[in-house]
């Protein structure tokens, strides 16, 4: 089962500094069908203004994951962890007890982002942050973990929960095949670019909520951008 969300059927909110887009419930945005999606809580899709940001704030017991679409994100923390990732790339912010932190387009254009919230399989653990580059043409024409909970996805910024976050670039009429184990379910967004999953068409920035499909063949229409997110359900 495959069902496609189109972007203009999402939630949200501009706050001017801030245009988001909502795939799941969250904040003022609230659809009891659209609480999340397994272990996958929320997948925000965010367009920062130059020179502003979110301010100070707290989180606790949650996996954060950051995919810079475009422009780049500076995050501060208590932690006294400071660092700039840049389009293409990811950050992980494991809240565990408690983590106080920033985040900031620094930069003169616009910054876009997917913020994605991961339930973790751990509690109370000491929070950490860490970031890393992951080059777009290392990702040509398959799914490259960018974050794991999983041992075995050696090269991925670790995560706290049965769960992986995924890349790929396609050009277009380039296909890539995904396997999905039983029991598992994906979201999996189009950064740039329209694919087919399956059969269902998908447009830049739609969403598709999948579960009992056990491979998930990926053709770009044209030159595609994609994050897949594979969890519990």
């Known amino acids: 089962m495959i069902e496609r969300r189109p972007f203009n059927s999402l939630g949200g909110a501009d706050h001017g500094w801030?245009?988001?887009?909502?795939?799941?419930?969250?904040?003022?945005y609230h659809d009891p069908k659209r609480m999340g999606w397994g272990a996958l809580r929320v997948w925000n899709d965010d367009t920062i203004a130059p020179g502003t940001g979110f301010p100070p704030h707290s989180h606790g017991d949650m996996e954060i994951i950051t995919y810079v679409r475009e422009g780049a994100i500076t995050h501060r923390d208590n932690l006294g962890n400071?660092?700039?990732?840049?389009?293409?790339?990811?950050?992980?912010?494991?809240?565990?007890?408690?983590?106080?932190?920033?985040?900031?387009?620094?930069?003169?254009?616009?910054?876009?982002?997917?913020?994605?919230?991961?339930?973790?399989?751990?509690?109370?653990?000491?929070?950490?942050?860490?970031?890393?580059?992951?080059?777009?043409?290392?990702?040509?024409?398959?799914?490259?973990?960018l974050a794991s909970g999983f041992a075995d996805d050696g090269d991925a910024l670790p995560l706290r929960t049965d769960a992986r976050v995924l890349g790929a670039t396609l050009k277009a009429g380039e296909s890539t095949t995904y396997v999905l184990a039983d029991g598992r379910q994906a979201?999996?967004?189009?950064?740039?670019?329209?694919?087919?999953?399956?059969?269902?068409?998908?447009?830049?920035?739609?969403?598709?909520?999948?579960?009992?499909?056990?491979?998930?063949?990926?053709?770009?229409?044209?030159?595609?951008?994609?994050?897949?997110?594979?969890?519990?359900?």
Request: charged residues 20%.
């Open 18 to 28: 801030l245009n988001a887009k909502h795939h799941f419930s969250f904040a003022s």
């Open 82 to 145: 400071v660092g700039r990732t840049e389009a293409g790339d990811v950050q992980v912010m494991s809240a565990g007890s408690g983590i106080t932190h920033s985040e900031y387009n620094l930069e003169s254009g616009t910054t876009r982002i997917f913020q994605i919230w991961i339930i973790p399989t751990e509690t109370g653990k000491p929070p950490s942050w860490g970031a890393k580059p992951f080059p777009r043409g290392e990702r040509s024409g398959r799914f490259v973990a």
């Open 187 to 233: 979201y999996l967004v189009p950064s740039t670019g329209a694919v087919e999953i399956n059969g269902v068409k998908l447009d830049a920035r739609d969403g598709a909520a999948i579960r009992n499909e056990s491979a998930l063949r990926v053709t770009a229409l044209e030159d595609a951008e994609l994050v897949l997110v594979d969890a519990a359900a």
